[in-house]
């Protein structure tokens, strides 16, 4: 191959496998929330159960347990970034993960989609390096059929208008140019974040559930960045999200 990121190599056995590193935990639940708002895990799980950490170079990720209806949801912190996001799916998997929703925002590529609109993204744009290491080459891969139905249904029940299509997972945020943006709109992407495509990626790989909530963030289809406060203005709305993931994820 003249690059190497298209070197697909189908061994299922890696030389460090997760589950040799860690084995499955009783205290584990199979649902589990990768939630990327960390204030809204300050705040759900300050009293929570927590029944294992992650670690990582940047210190200590607690896996947190909540009751929700009845049934234990797993909530953890992916950290950023396809890589990093990766490690943590793979060792939560290794403890007994099976059911995934991820909660998140991304950008935005065209401006009406306005600032807090939930996304449901059906497939992603393969534009990062991880998901090339669980799948052979292709333009796009896709979120689980039976989580975006759940998502669907989810956010039907509670009347929230969301709209379902393609994002683009790119792991350079300095280097979304505008021929870049313009391309990937023209090809039907919504919005552009720097997980969804490996999460993806590493479900079909590994054989779990997988689905992504997403809300319209800061918009970058102008000429000039608008950040439109996504991140400090939405705080109320990052809360709803997380509990429309985590409903979403028990019907799985």
Request: hydrophobic share 40%; glycine share 10%.
């Amino acid at each position: 191959m003249t690059y190497p990121i298209l070197e697909f190599d189908s061994n299922p056995r890696a030389v460090i496998e997760p589950g040799e590193l860690l084995r499955p935990q009783d205290a584990m639940p199979e649902h589990c929330v990768l939630c990327f708002f960390a204030e809204v895990i300050q705040t759900v799980c300050a009293n929570a159960e927590q029944v294992f950490t992650l670690k990582s170079e940047m210190g200590r990720n607690p896996v947190y347990v909540i009751d929700y209806e009845g049934k234990r949801v797993g909530v953890i912190h992916p950290g950023v970034g396809a890589p990093l996001a990766v490690g943590f799916l793979e060792e939560t998997i290794a403890l007994g993960g099976k059911k995934f929703i991820a909660c998140g925002g991304a950008g935005v590529l065209n401006r009406e989609l306005t600032v807090g609109h939930a996304v449901i993204p059906v497939t992603a744009l393969r534009d990062e390096g991880v998901s090339y290491h669980y799948l052979p080459p292709s333009r796009e891969v896709a979120a689980s059929a039976e989580a975006v139905a759940a998502l669907q249904a989810t956010l039907d029940a509670h009347g929230v208008p969301y709209v379902t299509g393609k994002t683009w997972t790119t792991d350079a945020l300095y280097r979304e140019t505008p021929g870049k943006v313009a391309r990937r709109r023209d090809e039907g992407c919504l919005t552009v974040e720097m997980e969804a495509a490996a999460f993806f990626a590493v479900a079909q790989f590994r054989g779990v559930t997988f689905g992504q909530l997403l809300y319209g963030g800061d918009d970058l289809s102008g000429d000039v960045w608008d950040h439109r406060d996504w991140i400090g203005g939405q705080r109320t709305n990052r809360e709803k999200l997380f509990w429309l993931a985590v409903e979403a994820c028990v019907k799985l």
